[in-house]
């Protein structure tokens, strides 16, 4: 069985930093792209960033490009985001998702997500 | 960045009822659509993806169709478990965005 478990929200002040982290099981990480998506208060889901199974490329939205990090540890079956400059539109709940690529031409396509975790809400507030 | 729509927003239907959601692209994304159903406090649950390839796992009543720009989600007999809000996703180009969500209700 998938299991994705994610850690680390919490509350923030503007301007401040969280590492989010995220414990996988029952699938092979190693071979897995992975994803951040989040989730505002009543609000539709949003991706946020991905990385390749080996860590070699990642992607960002760009509302969070040059702010947040995403990184991995395949020793660990981890997957991080490293958010700086923070600001109140960061406040969601934060989901670690397993997501599977499509080419079309030799090119991927954007991700869609098939295994998702229960969240982790980040809060920021002065 | 593409713009998703869906329609309705919320909907109110009946156990057993057939339920159609549509959902609608700013531009031509062939068939890169997947829908997802969230449940209050849950995280999203894949349902549809290439806007026709039923999950593994999903129940039949589930089916998805459309290209281009338009796309609907149908349940053909709406069960008690279906409750829930449904999101249309295109993958057709980063970032992947999805629509507003379809609340489906009592």
């Known amino acids: 069985e998938v299991q994705l478990v994610e850690s680390g929200g919490g509350l923030v002040r503007p301007g401040g930093y969280l590492r989010l982290s995220c414990v996988a099981s029952g699938f092979t990480f190693t071979n897995s792209w992975m994803s951040w998506v989040r989730q505002a208060p009543g609000k539709k889901l949003e991706w946020v960033a991905n990385?390749?199974?080996?860590?070699?490329?990642?992607y960002y939205v760009d509302s969070v490009r040059g702010r947040f990090t995403i990184s991995r540890d395949n020793t660990k079956n981890s997957l991080y985001l490293r958010m700086d400059s923070l600001s109140a539109e960061d406040t969601a709940l934060y989901y670690c998702?397993?997501?599977?690529?499509?080419?079309?031409?030799?090119?991927?396509?954007?991700?869609?997500?098939?295994?998702w975790g229960q969240g982790t809400l980040v809060t920021v507030s002065s | 960045d593409i713009q998703m729509t869906q329609s309705p927003s919320t909907l109110s239907a009946y156990e057993g009822d057939r339920v159609i959601i549509t959902c609608r692209a700013s531009q031509n994304i062939g068939t890169w659509l997947a829908w997802y159903q969230q449940k209050p406090g849950k995280a999203p649950n894949l349902l549809i993806y290439k806007a026709s390839s039923l999950e593994s796992g999903v129940p039949s009543r589930f089916s998805g169709s459309g290209s281009g720009t338009d796309f609907t989600l149908t349940i053909s007999s709406l069960q008690p478990d279906d409750f829930a809000t449904y999101y249309c996703?295109?993958?057709?180009?980063?970032?992947?965005?999805f629509g507003p969500g379809t609340k489906v209700e009592i």
């Open positions: 998702a397993r997501h599977r690529v499509e080419y079309s031409f030799g090119y991927p396509k954007a991700p869609y997500f098939d295994s």
């Open positions: 990385i390749k199974p080996d860590g070699s490329d990642t």
């Open positions: 996703q295109q993958y057709d180009a980063y970032p992947g965005t």
